[in-house]
């Protein structure tokens, strides 16, 4: 503060004494004569202007000395760098200077003037954790894969550029489909800043992707404690990701810890259909059918959905129709009003040849929310009671034409599904599928056609309602394949061939 009152002081004084000096040349004709002591100068006016220049230099050098003199001083009291810093600040004020034009650059989307600037601020001020970044971020916008890998391999020797280098390499072998490398290098970057959002949502999608179950848990655990995922949301997804890990673990053989995963996701998540039903046939081997049927219980209360009821059926298998029936009310009297109560239990009444019962539970069903399953559903309980022929095919031929009720529809980008699943086979998304109604213009499966395939050119032949009735998800033979409802059987409609054409 005060130094810099004393360079203006200094200026004023200065440009005084330069018009002074001027105005003194001017008057006095020829030149100047100067007294110093008993010594007398007389100078002529070019004599005059030089001695002025000399004088002007003098006293920058003076300035530069008194710097210099100051360093000194605080040299001596004790500020070991103040000497080289006096030396050092033209060079920082230039490298800064190169560093701020550098990244005016980069805002203003000029990389090679970026990196050209960037080189710059390298050569005077040796500070590489700031230049790197701007070099790499312009090499990237740039295009130059080469150039920005390598920075990022320079930004790994510090510390606190590391974790740049790390997530730099990782989207860069993420672009070009290295997902092995990427992986290990996105458990380096989590290692480095486990509070990082998007680095931990990376991995967590590589690990899903490359089945690692386990580790996807771990992570997932760390991004709940480090308070980048709510608690909730963090213990439905543990719960999920615990489901894949026993289905892997079953998958391996061995049923034992397989058994003790799914019970540990449906506790996670009572409401998980396929869990439910995992952890459900893990108590029947466990023979424990009461905490089977309670879990199942636990589940239907939230989504009434038909794994539900056909896992329920497992867990007495060689029980009489009228047994299974009375067994049912736990089930079926949660959620009385839903279509798939009421499908369930006209299904359960035609097992028990009980087809007025039966008729009498779909209610207004068939009429109002026709779908190839209650259609399916109207026809065989019309052969049962003994309609005509004509009759039974008319329900079924309006099966094939109805909608196919709820199915696994991804919230994120409507995909349909044929079986549950954690990530989404369309675009990726982690546990966004919800047994719902699809909506008109949602993407169908793929698999559909299997079945189509099967039925395409004998529409107007109607399959023995018998058949039917046997194809029924809750046979115990069936139930390993719960997705066989009869539903699945008609799988023919105008629309299906519409949008496999539009997909395609
Ligand atoms: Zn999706």
Redesign the pocket.
């Known amino acids: 503060m005060l130094w810099s009152l004393f360079k203006i002081i200094l200026f004023v004084v200065l440009i005084g004494a330069a018009t002074m000096g001027a105005t003194y040349l001017l008057e006095t004709d020829g030149g100047i004569r100067i007294d110093i002591g008993a010594q007398e100068f007389n100078l002529g006016a070019l004599q005059a202007v030089i001695a002025l220049i000399v004088l002007v230099i003098g006293l920058w050098l003076l300035l530069k000395l008194a710097g210099l003199v100051v360093a000194v001083f605080r040299f001596l009291n004790g500020d070991e760098t103040a000497i080289s810093r006096h030396f050092d600040r033209n060079r920082e004020r230039k490298g800064y200077q190169a560093l701020a034009e550098g990244m005016m650059a980069l805002a203003s989307g000029e990389e090679r003037t970026a990196i050209t600037k960037a080189a710059r601020a390298e050569r005077y001020l040796r500070r590489p954790e700031l230049t790197n970044l701007i070099t790499a971020q312009a090499a990237e916008m740039s295009g130059d894969r080469k150039k920005a890998s390598e920075v990022y391999k320079r930004l790994l020797a510090d510390e606190r550029t590391r974790f740049v280098g790390v997530r730099g390499l990782m989207k860069q072998k993420l672009e070009e489909g290295d997902t092995d490398t990427a992986l290990k290098l996105a458990q380096k970057a989590f290692a480095l800043k486990p509070q990082h959002a998007e680095t931990g949502d990376v991995l967590l999608a590589l690990q899903a992707t490359h089945n690692d179950w386990h580790g996807a848990r771990e992570t997932l655990g760390k991004k709940v404690k480090y308070g980048a995922l709510p608690k909730d949301v963090g213990k439905r997804r543990d719960a999920v990701l615990a489901l894949e890990e026993a289905r892997e673990i079953f998958d391996e053989g061995n049923s034992i810890r397989a058994r003790e995963a799914a019970i540990e996701a449906n506790k996670l998540s009572p409401d998980l259909v396929p869990a439910a039903v995992m952890a459900a046939r893990s108590y029947m081997e466990q023979d424990n059918p009461r905490y089977a049927a309670r879990v199942l219980t636990k589940a239907y209360k939230v989504t009434p959905h038909p794994d539900l009821a056909a896992a329920f059926a497992e867990i007495a298998p060689d029980e009489s129709a009228d047994e299974r029936l009375k067994r049912f009310k736990t089930l079926t009297k949660e959620h009385p009003d839903s279509p798939e109560t009421k499908m369930l239990l006209a299904e359960l009444h035609v097992a028990a040849e009980n087809y007025e019962k039966a008729r009498d539970a779909l209610g207004d069903l068939p009429y109002e929310k026709p779908t190839q399953r209650v259609l399916t559903l109207m026809a065989a309980i019309e052969r049962g009671l003994e309609a005509p022929d004509s009759e039974v095919r008319a329900w079924l031929a309006k099966a094939v034409k109805a909608p196919r009720g709820p199915q696994w529809v991804?919230?994120?980008?409507?995909?349909i599904h044929s079986d549950w699943t954690p990530i989404?086979?369309?675009?990726?998304?982690f546990d966004?599928?919800s047994w719902t109604e699809p909506k008109e213009g949602d993407m169908r499966m793929p698999g559909g056609e299997k079945m189509d395939a099967l039925l395409i050119g004998a529409p107007d032949i109607a399959p023995d309602a018998e058949m039917v009735v046997e194809a029924e998800h809750m046979e115990p033979e069936d139930a390993e394949t719960p997705t066989d409802t009869p539903a699945d059987v008609v799988d023919v409609t105008p629309e299906d061939t519409t949008e496999t054409e539009t997909k395609n």
């Open positions: 991804c919230d994120k980008c409507r995909h989404c086979d369309n675009c990726g998304a966004t599928l």
